[in-house]
């Protein structure tokens, strides 16, 4: 599946809906369509996650750039309509904050993908 993203501009605020496989190929473009708000006059950006199928660490790189400049300028940046598989990304990601040692991007892509399987599975890791 590809991506796509769609940003409807309301005045001081974004929202960005997410759709298909954010990875390394297309987080590029991606991160290419946000940037122009970072430095903006947009106070507060929010990412739509519910047609977001797979994330990936370099997707993950583009929202986490996204909040440093944002909130460099007192903005907010929100998450909605985040779906079990991609909530657990983000929790695991906040548990690594303390063990966030991977011996490659390509490893911590791996991991990512095995914890979403497990997830649309409704398996748990615990």
Not at 56 to 71: D, N, P
Not at 84 to 112: C, G, M, P, R, T
Request: with cysteine.
């Amino acid at each position: 599946m590809g991506f796509s993203c769609k940003i409807t501009d309301r005045g001081n605020s974004i929202i960005i809906e997410l759709v298909g496989t954010l990875d390394s190929n297309t987080a590029p473009e991606f991160e290419a369509k946000v940037k122009p708000y970072w430095n903006g006059s947009v106070s507060f950006v929010v990412f739509d996650f519910g047609a977001l199928e797979y994330l990936s660490s370099a997707g993950l790189r583009v929202f986490f750039a996204t909040r440093k400049h944002v909130e460099a300028r007192n903005g907010r940046v929100y998450f909605v309509n985040v779906p079990a598989h991609i909530q657990k990304v983000f929790d695991i990601i906040n548990a690594l904050l303390k063990e966030n040692i991977f011996a490659s991007v390509a490893q911590l892509d791996e991991y990512l993908i095995d914890i979403q399987k497990k997830a649309k599975k409704g398996k748990t890791e615990k």
